[in-house]
């Protein structure tokens, strides 16, 4: 059954008139009087009455009818999914995210993209570490990630996103909660709690701050994700220094603290270069410059 003898026959069923169908078709009147026999054949039934004077559709003819709009109208929308997907305007795109940054960050990349490509849905991944989300981006797993540069590996592309200022988390009943600023130098001596990945961005931020204050942090505690690790703090078991952003999860008993020499991490919108992906050419073009807007006003603010 062909989609052009469909339309053939929805024209006909709507006029009950095969001259007009033909007029509205742009087809000359036996050649659609052909295909209608064709489909009649290739069903093996009768779909519309015909006399001299009037012609009217069957039972079956009815039933296709309806059908045939059902069918037509998801070639339709078809069609124009795949031209949007096309322009980089429809689809789905999977994005993965790091740590916080599904709180921090998710909400303004997600209202960006509605409000700039309504036809496109979001899939998300989160708490996925830097080399998990390169390694999705290479192998089409990913279409955009969110993560801690550097990049693992070759073909990734970024763009900052945010420079966030390393804070310390402490229990509400450690010594230091009730200072307003801390140094690193004050937890020289204190047990740390980290995040237990080997590639945490964070965790090697940190080791490059507590060296250059002089010491080398003594962890005692490792936990595989921020949650964990505020719960720990919470309980008393070491301090942490977690990135700024992590103020979006308060956890009753924990307290944070700015550092005066904590340092900062990034976090960078992430893409594969090269990639033949209209969509993610799109989504980056819209959220690049809107996040380079509020990183500079950002910045214009602070003392």
């Known amino acids: 059954m062909e989609l052009r003898h469909l339309r053939y026959f929805v024209a006909v069923a709507e006029t009950c008139h095969f001259g007009r169908a033909a007029e509205q078709l742009h087809v000359a009147q036996p050649a659609l009087s052909y295909a209608i026999r064709q489909l009649e054949a290739e069903l093996g039934v009768t779909l519309f009455n015909r006399t001299t004077r009037q012609v009217s559709l069957t039972a079956a003819g009815e039933f296709l009818r309806s059908e045939a709009h059902r069918i037509l109208a998801g070639v339709e929308d078809a ?25 921090s960050h998710l909400p303004r990349i997600a209202r960006l993209v509605k409000r700039e ?6 899939e998300i991944q989160a708490d ?32 900052t996103v945010d420079v ?19 140094s690193l130098t004050d937890l020289r001596s204190e047990p740390f709690i980290a995040y ?5 961005a964070v965790n090697d931020a940190v080791l490059r701050s507590c060296r250059a204050a002089g010491f080398v942090p003594r962890r005692e505690h490792s936990a595989p994700g921020t949650a964990v690790l505020l719960a720990l703090a919470a309980a008393g078991l070491g301090v942490a220094v977690v990135p700024e952003s992590v103020r979006a999860l308060p956890l009753d008993g924990v ?6 020499d904590g340092g900062t991490v990034e976090l960078a919108l992430a893409w594969l270069r090269d990639a ?17 807007r509020e990183l ?7 003392p």
């Open 79 to 103: 069609e124009r999914g795949v031209r949007r997907i096309a322009r980089g305007s429809g689809g789905v795109l999977r994005l993965g995210l790091t740590g916080t940054a599904a709180f």
């Open 164 to 182: 966030e200022s390393l804070v310390l988390a402490v229990s509400v009943d450690h010594r230091l909660a009730v200072e307003p600023v801390v």
């Open 255 to 260: 307290v944070f603290r700015d550092l005066v």
């Open 276 to 292: 033949d992906n209209p969509l993610v050419d799109a989504v980056v073009d819209i959220l690049k410059p809107a996040i380079g």
């Open 128 to 159: 996925m570490l830097t080399p998990a989300q390169c390694d999705g981006l290479r192998s089409g797993a990913l279409d955009l990630g969110v993560l801690r540069p550097p990049a693992v590996g070759e073909g990734v592309e970024m763009a």
């Open 196 to 200: 237990a990945s080997r590639d945490s």
């Open 296 to 302: 500079a006003g950002r910045h214009q603010e602070e």
């Open 117 to 122: 490509l309504p036809a496109v849905a979001l």
